[in-house]
């Protein structure tokens, strides 16, 4: 189908704006932020490999500039593109320790949303070649417009959340995002610049048989954990599932809810809440799992009505088709029971 018959993301985010209920174009200017910026980062990312090649990496580059981690100066960008554009008050971002306050010169502190973002999520690919992504998650304030952003405005339960999002960029790159009604897909034609919707209202099927996770890390796994492998392991109905686990959430994510499966992220021996952290890449990706009709749990409990307490803090994650969680929170719950 030629380009010109597809709709953009720009078309897409004027044609929508009407289904929000905050449509100011505020938001539209936020959107259109994080969609500069993923290009920004996608043509760096692409071109690590070149630095690398031509041995510019960890150095200065050709232009005897400093050579900054991808994932700092994916971070920079990020903030960059969204701090000038007037329509945050805040940015809380993996890559820091506190959240940003954002004094707009036009507005002030009179912005109303916050985002929180992980800026190039899984980024020891990149040195292998391996795809990586950007996750972004979107609140509205709940101080008041006009006064500096706080901690609260950052630490809301993800069910608050109004909008979530992640950038992958792999074979080709994709913005995925919902604003509560439903989740679209879009793909980057790098030639144009230009996002085209590619997959519209994305849903996770029911069933899957694919799971994901390190199980380098069996040994440590929590019993119900382990119950729940061996289930997927054994030769019974439709199984055995098939293992499939890159090491970069937005990838196993992506190819999930094309394709039916689980990813875990579970606790462990001595990371008792696991790895992933809740506001900026469980939360975002358990608002897009489930507003494609997946499910996302922390194996007991749904990830969205955890009270967040810290802006760092970690959550097992167990996300996807539905009925496949389902069965690993039985596994779960049967365990508990026998404690
Ligand atoms: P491990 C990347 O660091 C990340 O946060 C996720 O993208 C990925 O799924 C996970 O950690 C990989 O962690 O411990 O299996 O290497």
Redesign the pocket.
Same mark, same amino acid.
């Given at each position: 189908m030629a380009e010109q018959s597809l709709q953009t993301l720009g078309e897409f985010l004027i044609e929508k704006q009407d289904d929000f209920q905050y449509s100011t174009g505020e938001f539209s200017r936020l959107l259109s932020a994080i969609r500069l910026a993923s290009k920004v980062v996608n043509r760096e990312v692409n071109k690590a490999g070149i630095a690398d090649i031509i041995g510019v990496a960890g150095k200065t580059n050709i232009q005897g500039e400093a050579q900054q981690k991808l994932d700092v100066l994916a971070n920079e960008i990020f903030i960059t593109a969204l701090s000038q554009r007037e329509v945050v008050c805040g940015i809380a971002s993996e890559e820091n320790d506190d959240y940003i306050e954002i004094k707009s010169a036009a507005n002030g502190h009179l912005s109303k949303y916050v985002v929180l973002i992980?800026p190039l999520?899984? !980024?020891? =690919?990149i040195d292998v070649n391996v795809s990586?992504?950007t996750i972004f998650s979107i609140y509205r304030r709940v101080t008041e417009p006009g006064n500096p952003v706080e901690l609260k405005d950052f630490l809301q339960k993800g069910s608050a959340q109004i909008a979530a999002g992640y950038v992958v960029y792999g074979s080709s790159t994709m913005i995925v995002y919902t604003t509560g009604n439903g989740v679209n897909g879009f793909t980057l034609d790098p030639s144009l610049g230009t996002y085209y919707l590619s997959h519209p209202k994305m849903q996770f099927p029911s069933e899957g048989k694919i799971y !994901?996770? =390190?199980e380098?890390?069996y040994i440590k796994f929590p019993q119900g954990v382990k119950n729940y492998l061996k289930y997927c392991q054994m030769m019974e109905g439709d199984r055995p599932y098939t293992s499939r686990?890159?090491?970069?959430?937005?990838?196993?994510f992506h190819r999930n809810m094309i394709k039916g499966g689980i990813?875990l992220?579970p606790s462990y021996a001595n990371a008792p809440n696991g790895?992933?952290?809740l506001l900026y890449?469980c939360n975002p990706m358990a608002f897009i799992a489930e507003q494609a009709g997946g499910k996302a749990s922390n194996g007991f409990e749904r990830i969205m009505d955890i009270e967040p307490t810290e802006l760092h803090q970690r959550v097992p994650f167990f996300c996807g088709s539905r009925t496949m969680v389902e069965k690993a929170e039985e596994f779960m719950r049967m365990d508990a029971v026998k404690d």
């Open positions: 992980d999520d899984g !980024s020891s =690919n990586v992504g !994901s996770v =390190n380098g890390n686990y890159i090491g970069s959430l937005v990838s196993d990813y992220y790895k992933l952290r890449e």
